[in-house]
Every structure is written in structure tokens, then in C-alpha cells.
């Protein structure tokens, strides 16, 4: 399949875990398809590009080895989409990578992702607490540098300090989670 002819498909693909999910089963039968859907997840502008984070989501849940390969590319560019149908996947696929990596069974994750990673992952998603973003994408990014703050002593201090600063401002799901999120740092 071209990247044209991805793109046409992600034309298909609606709101509902039907279809969402059986994009998923086509890309995981074909991982050659991964780099042209990054490459389209990462065209920012395009509302079909949405669609490409929604199916990386869905892939990323069933098998998330399909993106060890494009962890360079994932980190590097994860932060740059800005339409909220995009965000959220992107933090979710975020999430489960971090999840992963601070499993206590030992898994593949462990082994792919890099400290340069973490990193960026980091970055990322303190970017998605400090800027204006729906509620999802903010729980995942807590839960993130929850995990993170435990291989970087920085975040933790980082994290409370914006959880903190942001509280009065946020919605109830948004203090619930804030909540929940500082009384495990302390």
C-alpha cells in the first residue's frame, strides 16, 4: 500500500472502535505501513492526520512493538500535533509506553526506549499540562511524569509546582486527577 493509498483508507475510518481497530489489524499485518502512518500522523495540519493517531493508538494497544523501530521519529515529533483529536492518542500511546517501561515485569519496552527518550517524553508532556489542552491528554501526561519522576529527580518538584499552580483552573476531572497525582508524589 502507498501512502496515497493510506491515506484514502484513513478516509474511512470514523470515531468507532470498529473501524479504528480494524485499521489497527491492517496495519499490524503490514508493519511497512507504520513510517507512512507516523509520516501522516505528523502532518499537523490535516485533519486525516488525526485519523493516522487514532489507528497508531489502537496498533500501539494491541502490539506496542510495531513502534519501537520509529522511537527516534515518535519522540522527536509526538509533541508537535496541535488538533485535539490528535493530542489525545499521542499522550495515550505515551502513556503506554511509560506504563511499560516502569512495569516491574520485565518487558520489551524496558529494552527499546532510551534515555534521550524519556526525555522527550518528559518534555512532551509537561508542554500538554502547562499549555491548554482537554483533560485526557493532561491524565495521561500526569501519569507519565508520575512514572518519570522516578528516574528523573527533577519532575517530581517540576510536576507539583504546575499540579499546584493549575488547580484553581481546571475542571473537576482535571482536580481529581491532580489530586490523586500529588498525594502520590508526597
Given amino acids: 500500500m502507498t501512502k496515497d493509498e493510506l491515506y484514502d483508507s484513513l478516509s474511512y475510518v470514523n470515531h468507532s472502535r470498529e473501524k479504528r481497530l480494524e485499521m489497527a489489524l491492517v496495519v499490524k499485518k503490514n ?26 493508538e489502537f496498533t500501539a494497544k494491541e502490539t506496542i512493538d510495531f513502534i519501537f523501530p520509529y522511537l527516534d521519529t515518535f519522540t522527536e515529533n509526538c509533541g508537535l500535533v496541535r488538533l485535539d483529536s490528535s493530542i489525545r492518542p499521542m499522550a495515550k500511546i505515551c502513556e503506554y509506553l ?14 527499546a526506549l532510551n534515555e534521550i527518550h524519556l526525555e522527550r517524553l518528559a518534555t512532551v508532556c509537561f508542554d500538554w499540562l502547562i499549555t491548554e489542552q482537554k483533560v485526557a491528554p493532561q491524565a495521561y501526561a500526569m501519569t507519565c511524569l508520575l512514572l518519570l519522576g522516578r528516574k528523573f529527580d527533577w519532575i517530581h518538584p517540576e510536576l507539583k509546582l504546575v499540579l499546584e499552580r493549575n488547580y484553581a483552573f481546571g475542571s473537576a476531572a482535571y482536580k481529581a486527577r491532580a489530586r ?6 508526597s
Fill in 180 to 185: 490523586m497525582t500529588l498525594e502520590k508524589i
Fill in 98 to 111: 511509560v506504563k511499560a517501561y516502569f512495569s516491574k515485569e520485565k518487558n520489551a519496552v524496558q529494552n
Fill in 31 to 56: 508493519p511497512n505501513l507504520v513510517p507512512l502512518l507516523l509520516e501522516i500522523a505528523f502532518t499537523i495540519d490535516d485533519p486525516i492526520s488525526s485519523r493516522a493517531c487514532w489507528v497508531l
